[in-house]
C-alpha cells in the first residue's frame, strides 16, 4: 500500500509538471492530476471538541482514447490519505455507446443516488445522511459489518443512457454491477457476489426519480438473532428516491429497506436547500434509520442545517448544525461542525 500511494505521489507531481508544457506535448492531455482536501473542528454542546481531518484525496484520470467509431475509454486511481491512507479508486469505464458501457475496477457502488451522484466536493452537508452511512458502507456504522468502504465495492459495472431527449439529456440511465461484497481492497473469499442494479429516469434535464436492489449473502454472525421464519444470512437493499438540482434550489428524498441478519432496517432522509449565487448556499437535512423495525427502540433521527460559502473558486467553507436522537440516549446531542474544503 505505501508503494502504491508513493506511486501515485509521484505520478501527481509529474503529471503537474508536464501539463505545464501540455500544449507543446498534445499526448499530456491523457494524464489529469486533481484533489482536494477537507479539515474541520467540531464541538457539542457538553464541550468535546476536536480538530479533525476528513479527506486527504490525490487521484490522476483521464480520457485514454475517444472516437466516434469505437466509443471512448477512461481511467481514474485515487487515494485516501487522512487517518488511514488506501486506495479509494481505480477503474478503467469503456462506453461503447451511449447506451452501453462497461466499468471494472474499484468504484462508487450504484446503490441509492447520493452514494454515487453526490461525491463529497458536491455534496451540500458535511456528512453523508444515514441512509448512506449504514446501507451503502459509506460508514463504519454500515449494518453488513463490512466496515468503512466509502461507499464503494471491487467489481464491474454495465451502465448506459437511452432515448436522447430535445435538449441533449437522456430520459433513462440503468447500471447493473456485480462487486466482491468484502469492501474496498479486498479479494473475495466467500465465492459469493452482490448484485446491485438501478434505474434512474430523468423526464427533465434536472430532475430524476429513480429505484434499486442490491442483494448479497453475508457470513454468519455470533450476536445476530435467530429468526427460523427468515434466512439471515441474506442481506437485500431496495428503496428508491427523487432528486432535483437547480440552478435556484436543490430537493432530494430517499427511501430505503432491507433486510440484515434477520432483523428488517429502514431508512429515509429528505433534503432541500436554496442558492442564493454560486458562492453562497443554505440547506435543511431531515434523516430518519430504524435498524429494527420489528420492535421498538431502534430509531436514529437528525435534524441539519447547514450554510455553504465559496469565496474563492477552489475553496468552500461549511458550517453545519446537528440535534441528534439516538436510541437510548437520556437527551440529544447537539453538533457544531465547520469543515473548509480547498482543491488543488
Known amino acids: 500500500m505505501k508503494k502504491l500511494i508513493l506511486t501515485l505521489f509521484l505520478l501527481l507531481a509529474t503529471g503537474s509538471a508536464m501539463s505545464l508544457s501540455a500544449q507543446e506535448r498534445p499526448w499530456m492531455k491523457y494524464i489529469t492530476p486533481s484533489g482536494y482536501f477537507q479539515t474541520g473542528y467540531q464541538s457539542d454542546f457538553d464541550f468535546n471538541n476536536s480538530f479533525y481531518i476528513k479527506r486527504v484525496r490525490i487521484s490522476l484520470g483521464g480520457m485514454l482514447f475517444e472516437s466516434p467509431k469505437f466509443g471512448k475509454l477512461e481511467y481514474k486511481v485515487q487515494a485516501d490519505l487522512a487517518n488511514s491512507p488506501k486506495m479509494v479508486d481505480y477503474y478503467f469505464k469503456y462506453t461503447v455507446r451511449d447506451y452501453f458501457g462497461v466499468q471494472l475496477g474499484q468504484f462508487k457502488s450504484p446503490l441509492s443516488i447520493e452514494n454515487s451522484e453526490f461525491a463529497p466536493l458536491r455534496l451540500e452537508m458535511i456528512d453523508y445522511s444515514l441512509l448512506v452511512q449504514r446501507f451503502c458502507k459509506m460508514s463504519a456504522n454500515d449494518l453488513s459489518g463490512g466496515g468503512s468502504s466509502t461507499g464503494r465495492e471491487m467489481g464491474i459495472q454495465l451502465y448506459g443512457n437511452v432515448f436522447k431527449m430535445n435538449d441533449g439529456h437522456h430520459l433513462l440511465q440503468y447500471n447493473v454491477a456485480l462487486f466482491n461484497g468484502n ?12 448484485f446491485v442494479a438501478r434505474l434512474m429516469v430523468f423526464p427533465i434535464k434536472d430532475l430524476c ?58 431508512g429515509a432522509y429528505g433534503t432541500a436547500g436554496y442558492k442564493f449565487n454560486s458562492k453562497l448556499n443554505i440547506g435543511f437535512r431531515y434523516d430518519y434509520f430504524n435498524t429494527n423495525s420489528l420492535e421498538p427502540g431502534h430509531v436514529q ?44
Open 183 to 194: 469492501g474496498i481492497n479486498k479479494m473475495d473469499d466467500d465465492k459469493r457476489k452482490d
Open 209 to 266: 426519480l429513480s429505484g434499486y436492489y442490491a442483494r448479497s449473502v453475508g457470513p454468519h454472525a455470533d450476536t445476530a438473532p435467530e429468526y427460523n421464519d427468515y434466512d439471515w444470512y441474506i442481506f437485500d437493499r431496495y428503496g428508491g428516491g427523487i432528486s432535483y438540482d437547480g440552478k435556484y434550489a436543490w430537493l432530494r428524498a430517499e427511501y430505503m429497506a432491507g433486510h440484515t441478519y434477520g432483523w428488517r432496517n429502514e
Open 301 to 344: 433521527q437528525y435534524y441539519t442545517a447547514g450554510i455553504s460559502w465559496f469565496p474563492l473558486p477552489f475553496l468552500r467553507l461549511q458550517l453545519n448544525y446537528s440535534l441528534k436522537n439516538e436510541p437510548g440516549a437520556v437527551k440529544p446531542t447537539q453538533l457544531i461542525n465547520l469543515m473548509t474544503t480547498i482543491k488543488l
